[in-house]
């Protein structure tokens, strides 16, 4: 049935099926006045804007700051059944409150206003529900839907989806509560947030995810009243297990559904032994004259006793943290024993200073603070996560960098004009030195624009000033961040000089320092940076828009470097934005990352085989188990660190019914041997099978499992293996 619905005091008209009232447009104003909830306000004389594209693509293309939308819409009196009335709202960039006729009943991210400062949920879908007994709604009458939104930086506004007012399911009404993973003798409980009674089956499921059979199921027969629980206890599972458990619950009348996923988090790499390892690059470059300091990786029973055969004239080695220091004054390559030695025995490797003008020899690996704070990041949470990066043994593996990424600069310069550090972090200097002190390197953030993305300083016209403060505090690694140096950009100039043109400057001023200093690009991809980053002399750049910590994100992002191969080198990465695993949030509410643990394995393998940089984007002071074994697998890291300093090429790539949905990506490495990945990018477990010629390889391989570290064999022409669904199964073969 269709019901066409006029609204009263606005010119626009709104469509309603029984089920839904769809809002496609709303009264808008780019500024902020409490009075705009008020439902009589005046909002005749406001623009209307569509309300599933942002404010930027309608007229306000540069304007950050407090918008507010206004929706009029006649609650039909056939939505007042007893159920709830939802209002859907797609998403806000960045955060909002909702008023509905001058209550305020919901709020998403926050404002600068607030306590504890902005928060962006830009990607939040935005739901509110009113109960249908709620004095608040007029039946059959206007009723106006108020929005007050916050644009931190670029886009801003309501978009997404397009927004809608409709009724409840009665499955709408049940919540899905499972204890977490983790916890001792764990529940689920399934309660009724509705008024009406609820009746269905709540089934409890636990799935083996190696090939999605089912382990146990248990249904039960429930009517739930108003308000009330019914809890379960959920079966528990072997240690380790590769699983899941699915939590439904079935309504009886509608016989629609509602369902929860748990996966476990299963690790696969084995323990470090005993014995002394040394893990990391082969290779490390710097410039002549510019200060080397490199922490040999090592694992093995501690105490370690670090030494180094062949060392340069005035270097020296600390035996007790493996901190290699120096200066050399001539280019060339410097070959030198690494030495690393316990109880147990000992270990050597060779390795090569190659002192010349390419750094990041290999792709740069460490921490970055966006993913976790964004702008909340401070010296206390770098030091947090630095700690952590030591205590955790991360930096036996080789992460070394420890990135503050935007929010760390003062709202003006000092009286000289030079860019200072907001009052977040005290001393620069000093938490260069004591990173440089603990074998850990120091990054930071700029923009060649006059602000940065988050609005905070950026280096425009103070580029050679800026660079120079970087090098007085010990930096190693700038991220230049295009962001608002669009405003300065010509948008008539569509050559592909004047998009190289702020990353030059910043180039020049940086080979000025006497540091080295590894420069990330960060503009997104535009004008295919892969292209000519290695012009600017850019050891990095970005290839995308931001990551975010979704299947849909990753994969969209991951599965998509395929025509960035050939410009992959030692010293010039393609960079798919960094890693999304453990705690992330953007903000200071962090939450545990929404890929499920095989995405995981699939993010590290793809970033390894792409020879990605690898920055953690999370928390490290709450490094879980699971995500800490995910991050310190030797072989798997070997793949990236490689010093052929290939990209991994994608050579199959199947979609249909038949064969499955899967992609090999293979990886050459140095010494005849390939890297290969093979994704499974469909939702079910899948075996995938293939020749080697496919692959355009040799017959016979010998072929290991990187991520469990063991030899499965020899094949023959032919190569199988169970891949779990969004998973990956990683391997190294050597033809034989
Ligand atoms: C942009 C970048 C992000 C991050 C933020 C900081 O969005 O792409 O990686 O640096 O800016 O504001």
Redesign the pocket.
Known sequence: MKYLLTSICCCFVLVATAQKVELPTAKFINNDNSAYSTPSFDDSKWVELKTNTNWDSQGFGTYDGYGWYRFHVVMPHFFNTGNPVRLYLGRADDACEVYFNGTLIGKSGAFPTDKGGYVTTWDKPLEFHLESTNPLIKWDADNVISVRVYDGNGLGGLFGPMPYINVMDLIDGIKISPDPIGANKRKVVFSNTFATTINGKCIIESIDEEDQSVISTSTTEVSLAKGQVKQFDIPAVKNNSHGSYAFTFIENTTKKSVAEKQYLPYILTPKTGDAPQINGPKVYGVRPNSPFIFKIPATGKKPLQYSVDNLPEGFTVNQLNGVITGKLSRSGDYKINLIVKNKTGIAKKEFTIKCGDVLALTPPMGWNS?NCWGLSVSDEKLKASAKAMMDKGLIDHGWAYMNI??GWEAATRNTNGEIVANKKFPDMKKLGDWLHGNGLKFGI?SSPGTT???DYLGSYQHEMQDAATYASWGIDYL?Y?W?SYGDIHDKNDNSLESYKKPYEVMQTALQKQNRDIVYSL?QYGMKDVWQWGESVNGNCW?TTG?ITDTWQSLSSIGFSQTKQYPYAKPGRWNDPDMMIVGQVGWGDHLHNTRLTPDEQYTHVSLWSLLSAPLLIGCDLSKLDNFTLNLLTNDEVIAVNQDVLGRQAKQILIRSNPSEGDYQVWVKELEGGSQAIGIFNTSDKSEVVRFHWNELYLLPKQKVRDLWRQKDLGNFDGMFSTRVPAHGVTLIKITAN
């Open positions: 966006w990424d935007d953030y940065t993305c988050g991220k961040d962001c960060c970005r931001d």
